[in-house]
């Protein structure tokens, strides 16, 4: 499978590896985190079990972290990893980071149900908003999607299948993003009031970014995987453009990261600033323009 890029690209190859990083050492210190949360957790049943799973699900995150940092190593630095080779390791990447994203299943339940025990069931609009629908829509439509295309990761078939059901997993990848993010922005509001963004314009323009930002790179996304669905080699697709959206997608991390250095908790610690500081998973993308920025410099055919 020809990637259409130049084997010479050392920023690229840098990129990719430091990204890898990024993303092993955050998630194996957040799963760290979660183990001895758990070994020394008096919760209550529900709390305790979708804990539970998203430890099981950061363990499969931190093992596949570690395949890609190896991958790429070797495959784009050591040159001891045959083609094939490199397309299984991915698969098992594919594989593993979807058993990650299956294990918020049971928040999406708990959050959906507002489950108070195992007996009690209630509707709480601000656990359906804040962890309900982000959760069960993450857990089943990424899953979904990273096993086609983990079928379609196959030798002995035509890389139209695998561009094509790349193309839309990047999507749905950014969807489940702005979908995780606005809704928390929209519970910090509930539960802060519209003075919490009206009264404070670094909190609106956060806001902003996140509920309105995302949203339009998630449309553009859309918008270019539609374009380029008939692809059938990655000599073809347009790397330029793909830079351009996965480093607006680090850009908005690091923002928000930004932003929260130089003026901290702006209106006061909240539900925002908990979730995006304290329970966010992806705050390793925000290394994602040192992919994306070599990107956009690459010189490839067009359709």
């Not at 998203?54 to 940092?69: D, E, P, Q, S």
């Not at 669905?229 to 351009?244: E, M, P, S």
Request: hydrophobic share 55%.
């Amino acid at each position: 499978m020809d990637t259409g890029i130049n084997s010479n690209n050392l920023p690229l190859k840098i990129g990719l590896l430091l990204v890898a990083l990024t993303w092993f050492f955050f998630t194996f210190g957040e799963f760290t985190q979660a183990v001895l949360y758990n070994a020394s957790s008096q919760s209550g049943f529900w709390l305790l079990f979708t804990e539970t799973a998203g430890v099981i699900g950061l363990a499969f995150r931190t093992t596949v972290g570690f395949v890609a940092i190896i991958t790429i190593l070797l495959y784009f630095f050591k040159r001891d990893l045959s083609r094939p080779e490199a397309i299984m390791s991915l698969r098992w990447i594919l594989l593993g980071e979807a058993i990650y994203w299956l294990s918020f299943l049971p928040s999406g339940v708990w959050g959906m149900l507002s489950i108070t025990s195992i007996s009690s069931v209630s509707f709480n609009l601000g656990w359906l908003i804040e962890m309900g629908i982000p959760c069960m829509v993450g857990s089943i439509l990424i899953p979904m999607v990273l096993i086609k295309l983990f079928l379609e990761l196959n030798p002995r078939k035509t890389a139209r299948g695998a561009i094509k059901w790349g193309l839309i997993s990047g999507t749905t990848y950014i969807f489940v993003l702005w979908l995780n993010n606005a809704s928390n922005w929209i519970y910090a509001v509930m539960v802060k009031g519209t003075g919490y963004i009206s009264n404070y314009p670094l909190n609106l323009l956060s806001f902003i970014l996140t509920t309105i930002g995302l949203l339009l790179l998630t449309l553009y996304s859309a918008y270019f995987s539609k374009k380029s669905l008939g692809i059938n080699n990655l000599r073809k697709l347009d790397f330029k453009r793909v830079g351009a959206i996965i480093t607006a997608l680090g850009l908005y991390f690091v923002a928000i990261y930004i932003m929260w250095i130089f003026f901290g908790s702006v209106g006061g610690w909240g539900a925002w600033y908990q979730w995006f500081l304290g329970h966010n998973m992806d705050l390793w993308i925000l290394s994602l323009p040192l992919v994306g920025v070599p990107l956009l410099f690459i010189e490839n055919d067009r359709p």
